[in-house]
């Protein structure tokens, strides 16, 4: 499974992509979308995306901002074979921002791929991503507008070896990849690939809890 993690330029339905499974666009690819002017007609983003993916083949992840109703969010459109899957928000929303927050997390299966998707804030909760891992993922992409500290790439790679789920991030202008073993690659690269083997593998782990029924074990 090939990503490519394209971090600059807007969407464009005649752009040349690479020979890849999944392209990442940061949040200038699509730029601010207003629901009401696509409905309408008006302006037509969300259909760029769609023709880019049924010419190229390619699965696609674009970041936007989108406005419905005033109401601004973080999100992702994705899509495959020249349909919009969905478009999802960011959940969490800090310190009075102006976003609107999400209701549920990203989970889509593209070009046979299980994907999650993690944007902005969402990444500083663990819980987003055990969710996303417990629910099958093959992979994680993640998407921030630019990369202010250390602190993504470190949670980033925390994930993939806690969780056992590589890990796709576009930051700003900069790509980064973590695998489940704890390493880390990344690009300053307009264009960045990188190839993964999705893995479903488990662990059983046990422990010990007193309570819930009344049948106690003694086998330890």
């Given at each position: 499974?090939?990503?490519?993690?394209?971090?600059?330029g807007?969407?464009?339905?005649?752009?040349?992509?690479?020979?890849?499974?999944?392209?990442?666009?940061?949040?200038?690819?699509?730029?601010?979308?207003?629901?009401?002017?696509?409905?309408?007609?008006?302006?037509?983003?969300?259909?760029?995306?769609?023709?880019?993916?049924?010419?190229?083949?390619?699965?696609?992840?674009c970041?936007?901002?989108?406005?419905?109703?005033?109401?601004?969010?973080?999100?992702?459109?994705?899509?495959?074979?020249?349909?919009?899957?969905?478009?999802?928000?960011?959940?969490?929303?800090?310190?009075?921002?102006?976003?609107?927050?999400?209701?549920?997390?990203?989970f889509?299966?593209?070009?046979?791929?299980?994907?999650?998707?993690?944007?902005?804030?969402?990444?500083?909760?663990?819980?987003v991503?055990?969710?996303l891992?417990?629910?099958g993922?093959?992979?994680?992409?993640?998407?921030?507008?630019?990369?202010?500290?250390?602190?993504?790439?470190?949670?980033?790679?925390?994930?993939?070896?806690?969780?056992?789920i590589?890990?796709?991030?576009?930051?700003?202008k900069?790509?980064?990849?973590?695998?489940?073993?704890?390493?880390?690659?990344?690009?300053r690269?307009?264009?960045a690939?990188f190839?993964?083997?999705?893995?479903?593998?488990?662990r059983?782990?046990?422990?010990?809890?007193?309570?819930?029924?009344?049948?106690?074990?003694?086998?330890?």
């Amino acid at each position: 499974m090939v990503f490519c993690v394209v971090t600059e330029g807007e969407l464009n339905e005649n752009l040349s992509l690479p020979d890849c499974d999944i392209a990442l666009f940061n949040f200038s690819g699509l730029g601010e979308v207003d629901y009401e002017s696509e409905l309408k007609g008006v302006t037509e983003k969300l259909d760029t995306g769609a023709r880019l993916s049924k010419r190229s083949g390619a699965g696609l992840i674009c970041g936007c901002t989108t406005l419905s109703r005033g109401a601004l969010r973080r999100s992702a459109a994705v899509y495959e074979h020249g349909k919009l899957l969905g478009i999802s928000d960011m959940n969490y929303v800090l310190d009075g921002e102006e976003y609107k927050s999400g209701g549920s997390v990203g989970f889509y299966k593209v070009n046979g791929c299980k994907i999650g998707i993690c944007l902005e804030n969402d990444l500083l909760f663990p819980d987003v991503i055990k969710s996303l891992a417990t629910c099958g993922c093959s992979a994680v992409v993640a998407l921030m507008e630019q990369l202010k500290d250390t602190v993504p790439t470190l949670l980033i790679r925390s994930y993939a070896y806690l969780y056992g789920i590589p890990i796709i991030m576009c930051a700003g202008k900069s790509a980064f990849y973590a695998d489940s073993s704890g390493e880390i690659a990344s690009s300053r690269q307009k264009t960045a690939l990188f190839e993964i083997a999705p893995q479903n593998n488990y662990r059983l782990v046990t422990t010990r809890l007193k309570g819930i029924t009344s049948d106690d074990r003694c086998d330890y």
